[in-house]
């Protein structure tokens, strides 16, 4: 079973609808978690983080996590074109590394 | 702002050449990272480095090694570059937080070829 698990997509959304992106992980230490947005030849950059279980949102998105599932969400509100992008899902792994899934590719459809 | 700066963008290097890959943050972060990202594997963990001349081994860290002689830089040294080795390389660096991680900043990225 791989550290940190997401449906790689594509994923396809129509403008203006919530699009789910969803990511389990193995660890039940894991005690942070994050969610960085990657463009096209571009680097990643962070879009949120949670450390607490519920939910926790940043104006269209919003970040979910349940420990006991070991499941952490990420809800976009109002998709926009520019949304488009694969996203990653990251949990740490001992005191200061990360593990990354490998990314959904989120597509909004105008 | 957050900067990671990466020196190259783009590098084409020879198969035996000994590549250096520069990693330099403004920002006092004592956590430093370099990851590779391939087309269906992800980022992967190569090295990464809590302090100065401290190192400790990602999940991938055959054939490269690391330098760490001053706070702000982060090296990766391809000592023999290979094929398989061609890749975007992502340089990152965070604090060293706790208990809770601090997020990652990154590097542009370099694209790194070997031919």
């Known amino acids: 079973q791989k550290e940190v698990e997401q449906n790689s997509g594509p994923l396809s959304v129509p403008e203006g609808a919530i699009a789910s992106l969803n990511c389990t992980y193995s660890?039940?230490?894991?005690?942070?978690f994050f969610w960085y947005r990657q463009y096209s030849g571009k680097s990643p950059e962070l879009i949120m983080f949670?450390?607490?279980?519920g939910d926790k949102e940043d104006g269209r998105f919003t970040a979910q996590l349940n420990k006991a599932s070991q499941y952490v969400s990420l809800l976009i509100r109002d998709s926009q074109p520019s949304d488009s992008a694969t996203y990653l899902c990251?949990?740490?792994?001992?005191?200061?590394?990360?593990?990354f899934g490998q990314g959904t590719r989120l597509t909004i459809n105008p | 702002d957050v900067k990671v700066t990466q020196s190259s963008r783009y590098l084409v290097k020879r198969t035996g050449e000994k590549v250096f890959l520069e990693c330099v943050q403004d920002?006092?972060?004592?956590?430093m990272f370099w990851y590779r990202q391939d087309p269906g594997l992800g980022l992967r963990l190569i090295y990464f480095?809590?302090?100065?001349?401290?190192?400790e081994k990602g999940d991938i860290p055959e054939g490269y090694s690391v330098s760490r002689e001053k706070k702000e830089r982060f090296s990766l040294i391809l000592e023999s570059a290979s094929t398989n080795q061609t890749s975007m390389y992502l340089c990152?660096?965070?604090?060293?937080?706790?208990?809770?991680?601090?997020?990652?900043?990154f590097g542009n990225g370099t694209r790194l070829t070997v031919t």
């Open positions: 990152a660096s965070s604090f060293a937080a706790s208990p809770y991680n601090s997020p990652l900043h």
């Open positions: 660890d039940r230490g894991s005690q942070s």
């Open positions: 949670i450390y607490s279980n």
């Open positions: 990251a949990v740490n792994q001992g005191a200061q590394k990360l593990v």
């Open positions: 920002m006092d972060h004592e956590n």
């Open positions: 480095s809590y302090d100065v001349k401290m190192k």
